[in-house]
């Protein structure tokens, strides 16, 4: 995988994720190196303690993750949440397994609520509906072409009160200018285009390569 660009001036994020982010355990370390080690997308420290933050304080009954990667995101939503039932769906069955051992590695296995599910996005959104359509919050992290699909399926069926967050919507900067010949590029803007039209309120957490918010109306 060829490295992403970062949105920061050169060095600053590296020295944010390493020195300034607290970490509550440090297996976390030990899964970044990995990630890096294997060309493996992970969100960074920064944005792994966000997601910490915001599920300690909704406190869902139950998350839907979209992407799971090594379960780094996973694992740090659990962190902050552990009384949470989280979902997280991927694709890449032999990667995302390795979540348990990080948990073990953490002691918090037997601890937290987490589903790991083998399987594409779109797939498991259309199979599994009952599974899904009650959770508390989304956490969409997966291929950035589905992003706009997703939402509107979320956004639709999702419901009132639903939390909502996707990561890479700086998309390494490229919103500033986006290649009309790169489809993820469109797909992130077409995304920001649907938010900004269907939504009352969003918040844009500049970590990373950009982490938004938002809520569907309660009523």
């Not at 990630?35 to 910490?52: D, F, Y």
């Not at 956004?155 to 919103?175: C, I, Q, T």
């Not at 920001?192 to 500049?206: I, R």
Request: glycine content about 6%; proline content about 6%.
């Amino acid at each position: 995988m060829k490295p992403r660009p970062s949105i920061y001036i050169p060095e600053l994020e590296s020295y944010i994720d390493t020195s300034l982010v607290y970490k509550p355990n440090p297996v976390f370390a030990e899964m970044e190196f990995y990630a890096k080690e294997k060309n493996i997308p992970i969100v960074t420290a920064a944005t792994g303690a966000v997601l910490s933050h915001l599920v300690s304080l909704i406190n869902p009954r139950q998350v839907l993750e979209l992407g799971t990667g090594l379960g780094y995101s996973t694992l740090w939503m659990a962190v902050g949440s552990p009384n949470s039932k989280f979902i997280t769906v991927d694709r890449h069955k032999e990667q995302a397994d390795l979540m348990d051992g990080y948990a073990q590695k953490m002691e918090i296995l037997d601890q937290i609520h987490v589903k790991r599910v083998t399987d594409s996005v779109m797939d498991y959104l259309e199979r599994e509906y009952a599974e899904w359509v009650g959770s508390d919050l989304f956490f969409v992290d997966c291929d950035k072409i589905t992003y706009l699909d997703i939402f509107r399926i979320l956004w639709k069926e999702a419901k009132p009160g639903s939390y909502f967050l996707f990561d890479n919507m700086l998309w390494h900067g490229r919103v500033l200018s986006p290649d009309p010949k790169k489809p993820s590029d469109l797909a992130v803007m077409a995304l920001w285009n649907e938010v900004k039209s269907q939504v009352l309120g969003y918040t844009l957490y500049p970590v990373g390569d950009g982490l938004l918010f938002f809520q569907k109306d309660k009523k």
